[in-house]
Each structure stands twice: as structure tokens, then as C-alpha cells.
Nanobody, 124 residues
Framework: QVQLAESGGGLVQAGDSLRLSCAAS????????MAWFRQFPGKEREIVAA???????YYADSVKGRFTIGKDYAKKTMYLQMNSLKPEDTAVYYC??????????????????WGQGTQVTVSS
């Protein structure tokens, strides 16, 4: 059973940077497809970025060029580096993982394991 724990959320100003981390236990990073989702109040979770076992990546159009997803094998974590943050990035961010090594799905239902979520608030 894979367990995920996010950290790094908080309150920042527009234009600032923030780095989210997702610690994974019960599985090895190079065997997991992983992703970051976010959820706005009253909305469904949406994909932010995803990375597969071979570190191919996917980014939502709204974050391309500003966010970077990656895996830190030394720390056994996945991260999301968020630069040039905007107020519209304010949401609860979730880490997700799947045991299939193929493809980079963007639908939440493709991911079996989820973290508890971390709040990111960007003030204008």
C-alpha cells in the first residue's frame, strides 16, 4: 500500500515561488506514475502536472512555463516547483500516484493513491 504525504503549502504573494513535496512510502519512485492535482472550491479536481516512471512529464496549459514537476530520488519525494504564482493558483493541491508504469493519465480516477492535500493561497 502506497502512502503519500504532501508538504510545502502556504500563503504567498503573487509573483512568489513555492515548492510542494510529496513523500511516498510503500513504493519506489521509479515504479510509480505520479501527479499533482488541485481543487478549487466547488469544483472537481483537475490535473496540474504528471510524471511517469521514465520521468516523461505533462503540464496543464495554465501552468506551463511556471511549474516544474520532478522526482528527487535521494529524498524519495516528488516535488512541484511553482514559480510566478498567481491568485488563480489558489487551491488545495493533492499528490497522487498509480502503480502502472505506462502512460501519463490526466483523469483523477486513474490514480489509486492520494495524499491529504495542502492549501496554497496566493494573495494579489
Amino acid at each position: 500500500q502506497v502512502q503519500l504525504a504532501e508538504s510545502g503549502g502556504g500563503l504567498v504573494q503573487a509573483g512568489d515561488s513555492l515548492r510542494l513535496s510529496c513523500a511516498a512510502s510503500g513504493g519506489t519512485l521509479n515504479s510509480l506514475g505520479m501527479a499533482w492535482f488541485r481543487q478549487f472550491p466547488g469544483k472537481e479536481r483537475e490535473i496540474v502536472a504528471a510524471i511517469n516512471w521514465s520521468v516523461s512529464t505533462y503540464y496543464a496549459d495554465s501552468v506551463k512555463g511556471r511549474f516544474t514537476i520532478g522526482k528527487d530520488y535521494a529524498k524519495k519525494t516528488m516535488y512541484l516547483q511553482m514559480n510566478s504564482l498567481k491568485p488563480e493558483d489558489t487551491a488545495v493541491y493533492y499528490c497522487a500516484a498509480r502503480q502502472s508504469r505506462f502512460g501519463i493519465p490526466v483523469a483523477p480516477r486513474a490514480y489509486e493513491f492520494w495524499g491529504q492535500g495542502t492549501q496554497v493561497t496566493v494573495s494579489s
